[in-house]
């Protein structure tokens, strides 16, 4: 069931997430950071867009293949934000949020997507991570973050 849950405490539960990281066959830290988003905002949908070579996003976590992040996945999507995963200025990603409320996306709400776009940056790219494991296997991975 989805209840509006507050910045401080989807960031403090995603990042618990994410230093967590047991990623496994059929499941994967940034759908728990997807599930999360989805069940704890006006969202209907996310997805985490790998920057694999500049041109070409791949999909690390998404409902529909193929898809690229200025795309709409959902038909019922009103607003819809695309929020950079950067590191060290570099961009290596980006977090596409849609959500079917009109006002959606206000400016607490970008700080709070950028935020949470901040820490799975640092995630895909710290040491032994996401971002050295997915280079090395190229395509979709499966599974999606709905409501």
Not at 18 to 47: I, K, M, Q, T
Not at 56 to 69: G, K, Q, S, W
Not at 117 to 126: D, E, Q, S, T, Y
């Amino acid at each position: 069931m989805k209840s509006y849950r507050s910045a401080r405490s989807l960031i403090a539960e995603i990042q618990r997430t994410l230093a967590a990281n047991r990623p496994s066959f059929h499941h994967s830290p940034l759908e728990e950071v997807a599930d999360l988003l989805v069940e704890g905002r006006h969202y209907s949908w996310v997805g985490i867009y790998l920057t694999v070579d500049r041109g070409h996003e791949t999909p690390l976590v998404e409902d529909f293949y193929p898809a690229h992040p200025g795309q709409v996945a959902v038909h019922s999507t009103r607003k819809k934000i695309l929020v950079s995963m950067k590191v060290a200025g570099r961009e290596i990603g980006h977090l596409s949020v849609e959500s079917d409320r009109e006002n959606a996306f206000g400016s607490e709400e970008r700080v709070f997507l950028e935020r949470v776009a901040g820490l799975l940056a640092r995630f895909l790219a710290g040491p032994g991570r996401y971002l050295v494991l997915r280079a090395a296997k190229p395509g979709p991975m499966p599974k999606a973050a709905a409501a």
